[in-house]
């Protein structure tokens, strides 16, 4: 049995600030040991129910966050900057479950945690529906035939994962109070309660069917400020809506995805 693990920071144990989730302060050293905790956590528990394989993608920021010497011998890990796979790296038909650990809500969310989808300047929509980085995951899991078996994160996050991915299994971090402030779980119960999840999550994810969409799909892409439309406006396939939204129509998951990851790539660059 193969488990994948996608691993963000913003959903983490205690995590409320952006000073948390880089830089050189000591505020960052914590929130990356507790970021270890936790997927370390995931990881034993998964070994434990039978789980003979582990990829673990540091899919936060530059992908050089957790501490890879806590993790067990048998866990792989996918690390490092700029990836154009945009989170899904190696993922394929073969691991049996996915687990979307310290995920965050999307972007314009009130009283979310950190919100943002990829970036905090964009927000997207399938068929209408706004998305974030857990619901854009989820699907190309999906289009793989592999179900999330395990999501974590803020109170308002597991809201939004829990209308699109009803039968998985989900530990709450924190209850959100505003954008930057949270009633924190214990770190150490956290961690509990992902062990206990996990092992759970494994013997029922059988049952649990993976999130898909078929045919074509149409994205909606909006951004927060007029001067960005700029930025992406000559992107093939990009069709201008208004000045600050476009249209895509992406012919699966995989397509979309790397439309999404490089429009927020394209508006976050500094040129």
């Known amino acids: 049995m193969k488990i994948y693990v996608i691993a963000d920071m913003e959903g983490v144990s205690g995590v409320v600030s952006p000073e948390q989730t880089g830089g050189a302060s000591w505020l960052y050293e914590n929130a990356r040991m507790q970021y270890t905790r936790e997927i370390k956590a995931v990881c034993e528990a998964a070994i434990s129910a039978g789980a003979e394989e582990i990829y673990v993608n540091d899919f936060h920021g530059n992908g050089l966050n957790l501490m890879p010497d806590a993790l067990p011998r048998e866990v792989m890990i996918i690390k490092g900057g700029f990836r154009p796979s945009s989170g899904y790296d190696l993922l394929d038909e073969t691991f049996s479950g996915l687990v979307m650990l310290g995920i965050h809500a999307r972007t314009g969310t009130y009283g979310g945690v950190l919100p943002h989808t990829y970036t905090g300047k964009m927000s997207f929509e399938i068929f209408g529906q706004p998305v974030g980085e857990f619901d854009v995951l989820a699907l190309l899991a999906g289009e793989k035939k592999v179900p999330v078996i395990l999501i974590s994160g803020d109170s308002k996050a597991l809201q939004q994962a829990g209308t699109s991915l009803p039968s998985t299994p989900g530990v709450i971090t924190k209850y959100s109070i505003g954008t930057e402030g949270a009633l924190c779980m214990h770190p150490d119960r956290v961690c509990e309660l992902l062990r206990d999840e996990t092992k759970r999550a494994i013997k029922i994810m059988s049952s649990i069917e993976p999130a898909q969409i078929s045919g074509a799909i149409q994205l909606k892409v909006n951004v927060a400020d007029v001067c960005l439309s700029s930025r992406i406006e000559w992107i093939p396939g990009l069709k201008r ?16 995805a790397n439309l999404m990851y490089g429009c927020a790539t394209l508006v976050e660059a500094k040129f």
């Open 241 to 256: 809506i208004d000045d600050t939204s476009f249209e895509f129509t992406g012919r699966n998951m995989k397509e979309i």
